[in-house]
């Protein structure tokens, strides 16, 4: 019985320990998560001057182009999920079309090879201004983490950060996105 006892003793104390030690690493990771955030909400987001712009037909793209806010996200060329995604940006887009007309939109992808890329691109029929970042210096430039909760921005008019995520990955982050932007349509629109 004795033996019984401690073998017993000894799996309850290992179970406290290993859920003691999960949720240290939970903690853990919400602690890194929000290091991550503030880091990057607290910086400006530069763009590389070494890329290639696929124009669509309807958009344009100029780097120096001023914009009230802008959205900027990395992708993954060789992530078919993250290709797949642009399907969704694009209904983003064109499901807020009118509140758009002020705010620029780049997409900065990099991938070793764009001919897989190129080629899905095309059977999407996806319409939007994309940007191979050829040597994957968006990333670089601006320390962008592997995490991709942390790869798409919305920026202010001077590229400070104002929003952190992915808007077509989550309906309450659309909505605050679109929200901020309206935020600053207004105050282009009202400078008091």
């Known amino acids: 019985m004795f033996l019984y006892r401690s073998v017993h003793s000894s799996h309850i104390f290992l179970a406290i320990v290993t859920i003691g030690l999960l949720s240290q690493d939970c903690n853990n990771s919400r602690n890194s998560v929000r290091m991550e955030y503030e880091k990057l909400k607290n910086q400006k987001i530069v763009s590389p001057d070494s890329v290639s712009i696929v124009y669509s037909d309807n958009w344009t793209y100029n780097k120096k182009e001023q914009h009230i806010c802008k959205i900027v996200s990395y992708l993954n060329g060789e992530c078919g999920d993250c290709i797949l995604s642009l399907v969704e940006w694009e209904s983003f887009f064109m499901n807020n079309k009118s509140i758009f007309e002020d705010v620029g939109l780049y997409l900065y992808i990099y991938a070793r090879d764009y001919t897989y890329l190129e080629s899905l691109i095309v059977d999407l029929n996806i319409d939007l201004p994309l940007i191979y970042d050829l040597h994957n210096e968006f990333r670089t430039l601006n320390d962008i983490p592997e995490d991709s909760r942390f790869q798409t921005f ?39």
């Open 154 to 192: 919305l920026l202010d008019s001077m590229n400070n950060v104002l929003c952190i995520g992915n808007p077509t990955a989550s309906n309450e982050l659309k909505l605050v996105y679109l929200d901020k932007i309206r935020t600053q349509i207004k105050k282009m629109d009202n400078p008091d």
